[in-house]
């Protein structure tokens, strides 16, 4: 009999700029690693970013920003870097978390392991709508 051998993918990190205003284009970065003993036997699937007004993934106040493609195998002990340019949601105004999950379609076979695909930001981001002044009645 031989040994099940499976992939773990794991993010491992999560960036984001500590505040914009809402609708500004900002760069997320997040990092993905298999940590098991096995390549994956995939070689695409989707990283999905959100962000949340909480620290908890999946709940109401979950808002989707996108899903990027990963191509590629990932043999045991390597990771790659994601990344996206992202308009933020016209009207979110707050602190929010960012969420990355790794493989949110289970395209990759992990057994057991899917409690690491899941990965948050640090530190909360702050998105601001953008102040305008209206000038006085007859300054025109």
Not at 11 to 40: I, Y
Not at 71 to 92: C, E, F, R, V, W
Not at 122 to 132: E, N, Q, S
């Given at each position: ?78 990771s790659y870097t994601g990344g996206a340019d992202l308009a933020m949601p016209l009207g979110a105004v707050g602190e929010f978390r960012v969420f990355v999950e790794t493989d949110d379609a289970n395209q990759i076979f992990e ?30």
């Amino acid at each position: 009999s031989g040994d099940l051998q499976f992939a773990d993918l794991s993010v491992t990190a999560v960036t984001a700029p500590a505040s914009a205003e809402s609708v500004a284009t900002v760069h997320l970065a997040w990092t993905v690693g298999n940590v098991a003993a096995a390549a994956t036997a995939t070689a695409t699937w989707l990283d999905r970013i959100t962000l949340s007004r909480n620290a908890i993934y999946g709940d109401a106040d979950d808002i989707f920003l996108t899903s990027v493609e990963h191509n590629g195998l990932l043999d045991p002990g390597q990771s790659y870097t994601g990344g996206a340019d992202l308009a933020m949601p016209l009207g979110a105004v707050g602190e929010f978390r960012v969420f990355v999950e790794t493989d949110d379609a289970n395209q990759i076979f992990e057994f057991v392991l899917e409690d690491n695909n899941v990965g948050i930001s640090a530190g909360t981001y702050r998105c601001f709508t953008k102040c305008l002044r209206v000038p006085p009645a007859g300054s025109r």
